[in-house]
């Protein structure tokens, strides 16, 4: 527990910009929270014991969702665990978090599923949906039991860390997951064609004479997963796609009236392969940063709707192991306490953003795909909400994060927006101290 929460009561946030992409809603509104729903801004009022935030000059949204996180429990919490990764959530205005099944063991099975969601549940700080593997041990071969696992709480399946290379196998999980109404979420990588790259293979790659990832193990894999997704039917979503020619291939998928998704991470908008010249661990991630083009065109494909999803990919590492040089060092940056800034940043080129729109794919979006309740500010809905001040000017800190690990090239940046307050179920889960003013009608915080 992060120590900022309150007892679930009634209370009323009063005059923010309410942003509900689920309603196409966006105007100054109040909004009530009765318990552990959201109620009538009046019926909240009237309540003799009820509250108030003061959201004036903040956007209240529906609770962010990061749909491609890695909590590492069960397996690896030296380097996170549930509690810690999900208190990172919220400090970054995320209430849900959808984590991967890259754990050991993995979540291929009932017992483990069960483990993570019983762990969620006891530390209560935000909402966890775990996904289960699409193979038995992430190894490619055989087919997970999708039905139980679904029955008991997987609410998609990927091998997420490794991609599923045999055409056979992944022509049997798309059948599976088609009949149970469930997503893929593949990790699109050929290892023959990676080869063990360290960073993108080019230009700067070659400068550094470093070993070259290919970006056709990405695209490749994304091509041949569509030619069975037309064989299928099933539904696909892309993880973390990095390339120019993927962004294109996703959105002809999306022209023939394909049910194909993505997600773009944060890090892939804004740095290119220049980044990683100094060899500094930190910018060393996977998939890898890629040329300018590449970013060029994930911001397009998200502005134009190709890409339907921000996610944080969020791979807490120590360290000691990213102390061990650029070519040892494992891949991945932290990034749920920074998502919301770093995309800012990189969708606001002309000094303006699309609120509802940056919101809808944190939200909406995400939830689509997972299958999971769409986050929403009508009333009974969910008193899951998000206040976030889009002036809010900030330094990167990685000293200050509430994760386990320190994990980004972002340390110092200068950045805008943050989110300044989480409620889940109608709890005070997070707030930034020097916001504490807006929320004195609205104690005690235990």
């Given at each position: ?44 009022d009237?309540?003799?014991?009820a ?16 749909m ?63 996904i ?6 992430r190894?490619?071969t ?31 999980a ?13 990790h699109?990588e ?17 400068a ?91 911001r ?21 192991e ?67 001040d889009?002036?809010?000017?900030w ?16 340390g ?35």
């Amino acid at each position: 527990m992060n120590g900022r929460e309150t007892p679930s009561k009634r209370f009323v946030i009063r005059g923010g910009r309410v942003i509900d992409p689920a309603r196409n809603f966006d105007r100054t509104e109040d909004i009530g929270v009765d318990g552990d729903r959201i109620s009538a801004a009046s019926e909240s009022d009237a309540a003799p014991a009820a509250g108030e935030i003061d959201a004036r000059g903040l956007i209240v949204c529906p609770g962010l969702i990061d749909m491609h996180v890695h909590l590492r429990e069960p397996g690896a919490e030296h380097k996170e665990t549930i509690e810690t990764g999900t208190g990172a959530a919220v400090a970054g205005g995320f209430t849900a978090v959808a984590c991967m099944p890259n754990t050991k063991p993995a979540i291929d099975n009932i017992a483990t599923l069960q483990h993570v969601i019983e762990r969620a549940r006891q530390i209560g700080v935000c909402r966890v949906h775990p996904i289960g593997a699409i193979t038995v041990n992430r190894q490619g071969t055989e087919v997970v039991d999708m039905t139980a696992l679904k029955q008991h709480g997987a609410v998609a399946f990927s091998d997420d860390g490794d991609g599923v290379e045999n055409d056979s196998v992944m022509r049997e999980a798309f059948a599976r997951a088609r009949e149970r109404d469930a997503a893929i979420i593949q990790h699109c990588e050929y290892k023959a064609i990676s080869a063990g790259g360290v960073m993108h293979k080019g230009r700067v790659s070659d400068a550094l004479g470093l070993p070259g990832l290919d970006p056709r193990s990405e695209e490749d894999m994304i091509e041949r997963d569509i030619a069975l997704v037309r064989e299928t039917g099933a539904r696909y979503h892309v993880a973390h796609i990095s390339t120019a020619r993927a962004v294109e291939l996703v959105r002809r998928a999306k022209a023939d009236g394909l049910p194909v998704t993505t997600e773009v991470c944060p890090h892939h908008l804004l740095l290119t392969d220049d980044a990683c010249s100094e060899q500094d661990p930190n910018t060393k991630m996977h998939p890898p940063l890629r040329t300018a083009e590449d970013v060029a065109a994930c911001r397009r494909g998200f502005l134009d709707g190709t890409i339907d999803c921000i996610a944080t990919d969020h791979a807490p590492h120590t360290a000691e192991e990213k102390a061990r040089g650029f070519l040892k060092a494992p891949p991945g940056i932290v990034g749920l306490e920074t998502a919301l800034a770093l995309t800012c940043e990189a969708l606001s080129e002309d000094g303006s953003i699309d609120w509802c729109g940056l919101i809808r794919s944190m939200t909406v979006a995400p939830a689509s795909v997972l299958g999971v309740t769409t986050p929403s500010l009508t009333p009974t809905a969910p008193a899951d909400i998000t206040l976030i001040d889009p002036r809010k000017s900030w330094r990167i800190a990685p000293e200050t994060f509430h994760g386990k690990t320190r994990n980004t090239p972002f340390g110092g940046r200068d950045v805008v927006g943050r989110a300044v307050a989480t409620i889940v179920g109608g709890r005070l889960r997070h707030q930034l101290a020097d916001e504490a003013h807006r929320f004195e009608r609205l104690s005690p915080i235990n």
